[in-house]
């Protein structure tokens, strides 16, 4: 994965949570990243990942579909997935045209 798509994603444990943190302009370049992001929160197996997306200033195709992965695999697997905001206009947007918004636990303190 090239390093500046990596820098896009960052992935830590604070206690009991895996935080996955997105900034910046996310695209297809970033599928990598982001799957990966995915595949750690798998092998962590902690109860709640929690998706912090305060910081993406770009949003397309690629995040709604990284994002309903993510919340698909943790469902099966019986773990919580929330999104952490406040969303960020684009992230917000990208959510409620696509109707995805309400599938999502949603962190936001602007609503």
Known sequence: ????????????????ALHVVLRGELDHDDTEAVDGAWEAADRAALATTVVDLAQVTFADSMLLNA???????????????????????PVRRLLSISGALGHFTVLDPDP
């Open 67 to 89: 994002l309903l992965e993510g919340r698909r695999r943790h469902h099966t697997a019986g773990r919580a997935f929330v999104l952490r905001g406040p969303l960020p206009p």
């Open 1 to 16: 994965m090239p390093a500046a798509h990596a820098m896009n994603v960052h992935v830590s444990q604070h206690d009991q």
